[in-house]
């Protein structure tokens, strides 16, 4: 009998149990055992197992975070870490593991996949969705979800008192949950790196200015990708309050976009993919990931998934620019 590893890598995505879930009924259903390692990279180099029995799956898919638990292991990176995590993976008689993660944990599998001979299987689980080769990942769509919901709040208080505000949205380097949640929030100014790597100051105050003047009683929103603007979206609001002379007001949504329960569109990927991963082992695979394009099930060689950018869909960006224009000339006309 085969018997796989499951491990859950780097940032955390609601989904990511869901995903466990389908790789284990679906191992078990082909006649395979699944041993999780917790901690990620860390714990199969600590040797950190638990064997995962479809007993265990029951009440899992419906929680957001990682039942393996994650972490970050930057010691993975070494030649020494890989045999090491080889070692403990023949120890157990495993002969496949897949990775739950984004594009550092996909260069951690790139890394084992060039130092041991089971097949490494990446399954794109972040809410970044900046991995090359797949429309979505695991987590995306129910982080905006939460962006979406937060600036709806923000959005109620900052119209009852005409406020300006400046949002913050995770996305490490990359503007997907930016581009969508500015979107669905109907942000009236919208800053992510793809467009605009380095905005500039007195652009943003003169929009601003333009839509106070115009229509003063009104609230106006801005939101802005993380790790863009030098010292985040507080330091942001004291320049932009010193430039407009109008109080702005700095909301960091942080990690609560990486929490809470997934919704069903990633219930429903992490499953597909899942069961896809186990699927994609018994034909044979290895070093690729298992993505979706277009609803269909693909495999990628997985280090096209980071060497290569992703761009934003140009037609949602040209949306959110043509709907922030229109908003603005509904405001003065
Ligand atoms: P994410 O997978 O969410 O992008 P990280 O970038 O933190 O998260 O990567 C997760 C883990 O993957 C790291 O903590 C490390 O263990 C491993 N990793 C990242 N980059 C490399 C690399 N170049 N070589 C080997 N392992 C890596």
Known sequence: MKKIAVITSGGDAPGMNACIRAIVLTAYQHGMEVIGFRHGFRGIV???????????????????????????????????????????????????????????????????NQHWYGQVIGVPGTIDNDLAGTDTTIGFTTAVDTAMEAIDRIRETAEAMARVFVIEVMGRHAGFIGLHAAIAGSAEGMLVPELEPQPKLAEIA??????????????????????????????????????????????????????????????????QLGQ??????????????????QGHVVEVPIHLTFERDKPLDLRLVNLQRGLQQLNFASKVG
């Open 46 to 112: 600590e040797d950190l197992n638990q064997p995962l029995h479809p007993n265990d799956m029951r009440l899992v898919s419906q929680r957001g975070g990682t039942i393996l638990l994650s972490s970050r292991y930057p010691e993975f990176k070494q030649v020494s870490a890989a045999k090491a995590a080889a070692q403990v993976l023949d120890a157990h008689g495993i002969g496949a593991l897949v990775v739950i993660g984004g594009d550092g944990s996909f260069r951690g599998a790139h890394h084992l």
């Open 206 to 271: 003169d929009n601003i200015k333009r839509a106070r003047s115009a229509f003063p009683d009104s609230s106006y929103i801005v939101v802005v990708s993380e790790n863009l603007w030098p010292g985040g979206v507080s330091q942001l609001a004291k320049e932009l309050t010193q430039a407009t002379g109008t109080t702005c007001h700095a909301a960091p949504l942080g990690h609560i976009q990486r929490g809470g329960r997934p919704n069903a569109q990633d219930r429903i990927l992490s499953m």
């Open 276 to 293: 896809a991963a186990v699927h994609a082992i018994i034909d044979g695979a290895s070093g690729h990931m298992i993505g979706v394009e």
